[in-house]
């Protein structure tokens, strides 16, 4: 199947870029690039570990067996395309497929080597969405921080090719044709309490605060130069 043929779903750009990048049934979790005690005092090693090995390794599991369980066919059954087009499935299959994705571009965006701002085309563009730097910052972890209840924050590059900031419930997020506003994420904090209850508790801007100290902005600049290629704006 042509992949024009592969990204035609309800989502409204073409995604075939990603889908050239793999991510095909079975999913498995990708190793860390970093320790589970490489973020520290940032992110603590117990929370790195029960989040990889508990957490994303049940949503990866699950993940799987709702496949297995679903109608969709075996050539379709690709990351991107699923999460594109998850109107189309049942609930097992949107919550445990956000969690597999959410959780391994969350992975990347983190670091223990952070430049601590912003680099290239991608700090530009949010200098000049935001203002400032500073700007953006209180306006991401704003997001991060009322969220009500278990989801996610993200700064995405909108189909129009201007970023924003939004968040989304659960294991939502904006590639998913349920989600408005869509776009490509390009940074993304987990903002579930299983991401910081065991070092911050109830205290989630401590956390959000930590947070600006591990961002590989050398990811985000990648994902953005390939997002605004994808959307050709
Ligand atoms: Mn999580």
């Known amino acids: 199947m ?81 999460l594109t087009n998850v109107s189309k499935y049942d609930d097992p299959v949107k919550n445990n497929g956000g969690g597999y994705f959410n959780h391994l571009i969350f992975w990347r965006m983190l670091t223990p080597n952070s430049t601590l701002t912003p680099l290239g085309t991608s700090s530009t563009a949010i200098i000049n969405k935001f203002g400032s730097f500073d700007n953006f910052k209180k306006a991401f972890g704003d997001a991060a921080a009322t969220r009500f209840g278990s989801g996610w924050a993200w700064l995405s590059v909108g189909l129009d090719g201007e970023l924003f900031i939004s968040s989304t419930a659960n294991q939502n997020n904006p590639i998913m044709d349920v989600v408005e506003p869509k776009g490509l994420p390009i940074l993304t904090l987990d903002v579930w309490e299983h991401a910081y209850y065991l070092k911050h508790q109830n205290k989630r801007n401590e956390y959000i605060n930590s947070f600006w100290n591990v961002v590989n902005w050398e990811e985000v600049e990648i994902r953005y130069q390939e997002a605004k290629g994808i959307i050709g704006k």
């Not at 979790?29 to 973020?39: I, R, V």
């Open 2 to 82: 042509a992949n024009s043929e592969i990204s035609k779903g309800v989502f409204p750009i073409d995604i075939s870029p990603i889908i050239d990048n793999g991510y095909n049934f079975p999913f498995t979790q990708e190793d860390l690039s970093y320790s589970f005690d490489a973020l520290e005092p940032h992110i603590d090693t117990a929370t790195m570990q029960v989040h990889y090995n508990g957490h994303h390794k049940a949503y990866t599991n699950n993940f799987n067996k709702a496949i297995e369980d679903s109608n969709i066919n075996v050539g379709e059954r690709h990351l991107i395309r699923i």
